[in-house]
Structure formats: structure tokens, C-alpha cells
């Protein structure tokens, strides 16, 4: 999370990218990987969501961060449940 605050356009497109990069390899909708399901899972990748979702309102972000946030949320909504997405995050 340390990445977000970085003050350069690299580093921040990398920290989403690594993200995005854990989220696919450690969790999966199958019986073999973790479970995304769990209300604390959904917390977590909701709040980091947003997070994500701030770089886009930022006009002064590079175009290489706003690409990776978009690829970052992308993810996001195919692991988020459906009630998740409803309300601010929408």
C-alpha cells in the first residue's frame, strides 16, 4: 500500500499492477485457490477499490497509472459479489 503514495507515475502503475497480479494468483472463484466469498475479503478488495478508482479522478496522473487502474478494476469486478458493487463504488 506504501506504493500508492509514491511520487512518481512508475511506481504508483506498478503497486496497482502488483496488486492486480497477486489478487489473479492467490485468489480465484475455484475450490483451489482462496476464497472470495469471505465478508473480509470483500471488505478489503471494496476499500482498495476505491483507492484505485482515485488515481482515475486524478487529471494530473499519467496515462500509464490510469491504464493500470483501469486494468485494476477491471479485475476487481469480476471478483467483487454483485451487492458489493452497488452504491459509492458504482
Known sequence: MVGFAGTKSATQSATIRALMLLLRINYNKQENGLQTSEASFQDFLRR?????????????AENEVHRASLRFLKTAVAF????????DLS
Open 48 to 60: 482498495v477499490s476505491k483507492i484505485v478508482a482515485l488515481f482515475l479522478k486524478d487529471e494530473k
Open 80 to 87: 467483487l459479489n454483485i451487492d458489493q458493487l452497488k452504491g
